[in-house]
């Protein structure tokens, strides 16, 4: 080949060594049981109140916390209610939906030994503090909806 000549780089998937398909297995594998948890919690066949007490932050100011009504948004995501999700709590439905892709993703690595070669370059560009203050910005967006909501229940009154 001469030195001007290029590899084809056309290809959309790498091959991943099987350790890394055992780590996309055991990822896919925890996402599908929290959602397997939360699918039984919604059908009332697991009692979720053992595990969560109530919040202390909205017993003390009677206002939502930045992460109320996630679980709610879980139960509803569980059930496939993924619109309702939304409703009750933007940020924790918008959390779980890249969950399931992650899954699916996790379960296509471990199935296949793919892996996206577009996804593979823009984990090694983003950086983990932009990720972390993402997530920050839509935890209190979220939370921002919920002080609103309960604001207007209240008839404007804190």
């Not at 060594?17 to 009332?44: E, H, M, W």
């Not at 940020?91 to 993703?105: D, H, M, P, T, V």
């Amino acid at each position: 080949m001469n030195q001007g000549q290029q590899l084809n780089n056309g290809k959309f998937f790498v091959r991943v060594p099987i350790r890394q398909r055992f780590i996309a297995s055991g990822i896919f594998i925890a996402i599908a049981a929290v959602f397997v948890l939360f699918f039984f919690a919604a059908d009332g066949k697991i009692n979720l109140d053992k595990w969560l007490t109530p919040c202390g932050f909205k017993q003390r100011h009677n206002l939502p916390c930045p992460t109320c009504g996630f679980t709610a948004a879980a139960l509803a995501f569980a059930k496939g209610e993924i619109f309702k999700a939304f409703y009750i709590q933007p940020a924790a439905a918008l959390f779980y939906s890249f969950a399931a892709i992650g899954a699916i993703g996790a379960l296509f690595t471990a199935v296949f030994g793919l892996y996206l070669k577009s996804l593979k370059r823009l984990c090694e560009k983003v950086k983990t503090r932009y990720v972390i203050i993402a997530i920050a910005i839509i935890i209190a967006a979220g939370w921002a909806v919920s002080l609103l909501r309960a604001i207007n229940f209240n008839n404007g009154k804190l």
